[in-house]
């Protein structure tokens, strides 16, 4: 994502250089007096070539991001990492860190995933409970990255 950003800035800038060219171009096209005039003019013909070059590149990688966040496995979030309690009240559970992600044993309920902001489910085993973290975890990462 923040390649994405660093992207989208990048051709911000250069449509802002390709616009000052544009025109320093027309004001020296207006006042082409002898050849110092025209060597500017050609210089300033070779940078918004250059600039117009790195926009077309920028494009084409702003493109194939959105590309890729459009596709359904174009955002891979990574899975989250389980600890084993150590405490002894809760022997058997798991958590997160730093996620805030846990599981714990909810006896009649069978297990109990819950997230730090109070979202939860009940599951029939830690394997399954886990799963289920791991799906409402990345269903609101990739939530925050549309558009």
């Known amino acids: 994502m923040t390649d994405l950003i660093k992207a989208a800035d990048a051709l911000a800038e250069c449509q802002d250089a390709k616009d000052l060219l544009a025109a320093c171009k ?3 096209e207006k006042a082409v007096v002898g050849r ?3 060597s500017q003019l050609m ?4 940078l918004l ?3 117009e070059t790195k926009m077309s590149a920028i494009h084409h990688t702003l493109t194939a991001y959105r ?8 955002v891979k979030v990574k899975p989250l990492v389980w600890d084993r309690s150590h405490i002894c009240s ?17 006896y009649e ?8 902001l109070g979202a939860f489910g009940y599951c029939s085993s830690p394997e399954v409970a886990k799963a289920a973290a791991q799906a409402d975890y990345e269903r609101r990462i990739k939530a ?3 558009d």
């Open 26 to 28: 027309a004001d020296l």
């Open 36 to 38: 110092t005039a025209q």
């Open 43 to 46: 210089t300033i013909h070779r």
């Open 49 to 51: 070539g250059y600039v």
């Open 67 to 74: 590309q890729a966040r459009e596709g359904a496995d174009g």
């Open 90 to 106: 809760w022997n058997g559970d798991y958590h997160t860190v730093p996620t805030g992600y846990t599981v714990r044993c909810a």
């Open 109 to 116: 309920n069978g297990w109990k995933w819950s997230t730090p």
């Open 144 to 146: 925050a990255l549309e």
